[in-house]
């Protein structure tokens, strides 16, 4: 612990925020770092409490409290505070293979179970694992390591999100030789596609695939499996499959005036924004665009308040977010207490910029669509709403119509893409999820298995992670044991 007193002595500093009227202007990430002296006083407000909670991923009260990778927070944080960057990014790379994903990305878990924030405020867990990674790259660390020797053992991961390069990078490391298929025209999933560049810069994700490719992974970019590879072939030419295609079946509004042209999913209107941005510049026709028009997002979560973000940034004419629950409270309940998830309100950056240039914040809680309205052409011109109570059931005389030419799908999702289980002959569970044995990520089917959202669900980046890493731990004992 390099000082003892530190969490007395230092205030939380965290990552300044370029204004929102400003940052709207463009798509770049917008959290510019504090230099050096600072960030090594934030490492030193950790105080390496007897029981880090932070690095627990402990269940309390249905949610997970901690890092589910349980990554050595404590000592980084202290390797930051002593000035030891290099002993910092090896003790952080031990746990999480993508720090630089999860340090912009993650809703930090860590930071909400930290002891300093029992009464006050906690480490700045997030940019600290943030700073260390960068300063890796930027000092040389961070340099390919292919194996040393090859097992002679093939693989095949079948989807390239974060949950396919954890599992990828871990088998490679192991010796065995990895092929990653992915549908898309890029590698990176949900990293490349469904986060928006003012979350995480895609070249970021590059710079790392571009590491792994060094390091002797192969990328089939262009390639769906179940459609264009089917799993007779991958098992021909594999020891094993390991499927970690996500869960990007998204949930779909069944109302009247459905197909009415203008209603989007989420997350096809963010793939295009993105797919758009890398390849044209964002030219006119080239996506779905928000320009000049009034906006409904419907969904409160971080998909929905992304697509907040990226309309004020194309112009819209007004936006609305549109979330069935209640609103949460702005401070943790009696209910609530650390170290649990705290259930409290946050306004996002979207938010704060649909706040700042609109005026007003775009949420309405406990509301939900009835149907959509379209023009004698067929296009989207409004939809209708109404209020719903704590059951979740319509409140009559509530009802209202919202003008809208762009309808925005953000309501979840509801597992994996049918068809790849189906080709498979996979089990599936009542979530529609791929079934695994318990306590396993060996599905039904002999040398094929399931990681990340397509085994558990919808779910953040950092546990796509575990879940890759976990069953690249299972795929590598297995191919040790078999004869095959």
Known sequence: MGKPTGFLDYQRQGNPAQPPLERIKHYREFHPPLDREERRRQGGRCMACGVPFCQSGAVLNGMVSGCPLHNLVP??????????????????????????????????????????????????????????????????????????????????????????????????????????????????????YGIPNMKLEKWVVLRRLEKMAAEGIQFRTGVDVGKDLFPEELLAGYDAVVLCCGASQPRDLTVPGREAAGALFAVDFLKET??????????EGTYPSAKGKQVVVVGGGDTGNDCVGTCIRQGCAGVVQLEMMPKLPDSRGENNPWPEWPRVCKTDYGQEEAIAFFGHDPRIYQTTVTGLIADSRGALEGVTTVELNRELKPVPGTERTLPCQLLLIAAGFLGPQAYVPEVFGLERTSRSCVKTSEGSYATSVPRVFAAGDMRRGQSLVVWAIQEGRAAAREVDQFLLDWGG
């Open 274 to 283: 993105t797919r758009s941005l890398l390849d044209h510049s964002l030219a």
């Open 75 to 192: 000592e980084w944080n202290d390797l930051v505070y002593r000035g030891h960057p290099g002993h910092a990014a090896h003790r952080l790379l031990k746990t999480n293979n993508f720090p630089e994903f999860t340090g912009r990305v993650c809703p930090a878990l860590c930071e909400a179970a930290c002891t300093c924030g029992l009464h006050g405020e906690p480490v700045t867990v997030k940019e600290n694992e943030l700073s260390i990674i960068e300063e890796a790259w930027a000092s040389g660390r961070m340099e390919p390591q292919p194996p040393r020797a090859r097992t002679g053992r093939k693989v095949a991961v079948v989807g390239s999100g974060p949950s396919g390069l954890a599992c990828a990078e871990q088998l490679n490391r192991r010796g065995h030789t990895v092929t990653v298929f992915e549908r898309e025209d890029r590698p990176g999933g949900l990293l490349m």
